[in-house]
């Protein structure tokens, strides 16, 4: 909110205007002072279990029989107060507990610039939902092109590290050739020789491929379904609070 700079003019209706201007400020520190104690003392009275003992089996029931409030809204207040910070509840109570609850969907650290940068107050619930929606999605795709971006590296650092295996391979037989060569062998048993090392080789090589292509699969398949399951799981929680 703009800083607002008033200068009473000195008369009467400017007198009465600045006493209702006051009482206004401190009925809306009151109301968000009110959602943060009501959603605290509703968890206190859900976790102790106190509704025993005046009398309710369930705390359910009791906030709908002692309070009027539904057990839906009930438990949106308790885990709005357990994700948000009470700080942060308080300077957006004029959001509503609907809007506030939407923002536990915003990771902790990107929560209070998101308020900052959007006029929540002026959407509706269901444009904060879809605004929301959309942040998260593109936060999906950027932790799944920078997995991607560490598939890459990890296949990378694999791939040379195979071939620097290969290559010291390659050096020591190179080495024994050149042992055989000094010996009194013929010329074809050299050639021989020489032929399967090579073939020794390419055939490592191929299986070292192949193994290296399949670990590389089951991983990408293992990030794939752990991002699809994490999705599943934020539709999930988002379907129950509403």
């Not at 003019?9 to 104690?37: H, L, R, W």
């Not at 900052?116 to 605004?131: F, I, Q, R």
Request: aromatic letters at 4%.
């Amino acid at each position: 909110m703009e800083n607002l700079i008033i200068k009473p003019n000195g008369t009467p209706e400017s007198t009465e205007a600045m006493a209702v201007y006051f009482s206004i400020e401190n009925a809306k520190k009151q109301a968000a002072d009110a959602m943060v104690e009501l959603s605290r003392n509703l968890k206190t009275m859900r976790d102790k279990k106190l509704y025993i003992s005046l009398g309710f089996d369930k705390f359910e029931v009791y906030v709908e029989k002692a309070h009027g409030i539904k057990q839906r809204q009930a438990y949106t207040y308790i885990k709005t107060f357990e994700d948000l910070s009470p700080k942060l509840m308080a300077d957006n109570a004029d959001l509503g507990i609907t809007k506030l609850s939407l923002l536990c969907q915003v990771s902790a650290i990107d929560r209070e610039d998101f308020v900052e940068e959007n006029d929540l107050g002026g959407m509706t619930v269901e444009e904060v939902k879809a605004l929301i929606e959309e942040k998260n999605g593109l936060h999906q795709q950027i932790s799944l092109m920078e997995a991607a971006a560490g598939d890459e590296k990890i296949i990378k650092d694999a791939q040379t590290k195979e071939i620097e295996r290969l290559k010291k391979e390659l050096a020591e037989k190179n080495s024994t050739i050149a042992d055989l060569s000094a010996a009194p062998l013929t010329m074809d048993a050299v050639s021989v020789e020489a032929e399967m090392i090579e073939e020794a080789v390419a055939a490592e090589r191929a299986r070292a491929e192949k193994e290296m292509e399949s670990k590389i699969k089951e991983a990408v398949k293992d990030e794939q379904k752990k991002a699809k399951a994490k999705l599943d799981k934020q539709k999930e929680d988002f379907e129950k609070q509403q």
